[in-house]
């Protein structure tokens, strides 16, 4: 079993940049790929970032250019470093573990999520 815990969530205005972090722990030996999703109020849970064991990155369309992912492979944590935020980005953010390095991963393990909320 893999366990993830997330944190780094908060309320931010408009403009403003948070870092959520994701700790593993467990049999992270497992884990191979790595990802950020979100949900908001009413809204279906979205991919935002993925970051695969070699360390290439893919980012949804609404966060290129704002949003980095990032790995510490000797702390086994995944960072999303958000900047730039929009209110439209104020949802809860999971992180997610997969152990197959491929597009459309089944994902194994999720966090509980953590609230990031941004104020206009």
């Known amino acids: 079993q893999v366990q993830l815990v997330e944190s780094g969530g908060g309320l931010v205005q408009a403009g403003g940049s948070l870092r959520l972090s994701c700790r593993a722990s467990?049999?992270?030996?497992?884990?191979?790929?790595m990802a950020w999703h979100r949900q908001a109020p009413g809204k279906q849970r979205e991919l935002v970032a993925v970051?695969?064991?070699?360390?290439?990155?893919n980012y949804a369309e609404s966060v290129k250019g704002r949003f980095t992912i990032s790995r510490d492979r000797a702390k086994s944590t995944t960072y999303l470093e958000m900047d730039k935020l929009k209110p439209e980005d104020t949802a809860v953010y999971y992180c997610?573990?997969?152990?197959?390095?491929?597009?459309?991963?089944?994902?194994?393990?999720w966090g509980q999520g953590t609230q990031v909320t941004v104020s206009s």
């Open positions: 970051i695969k064991s070699g360390g290439s990155t």
């Open positions: 997610a573990a997969a152990q197959y390095d491929i597009d459309y991963p089944k994902y194994d393990y």
């Open positions: 467990g049999r992270i030996f497992s884990i191979n790929l």
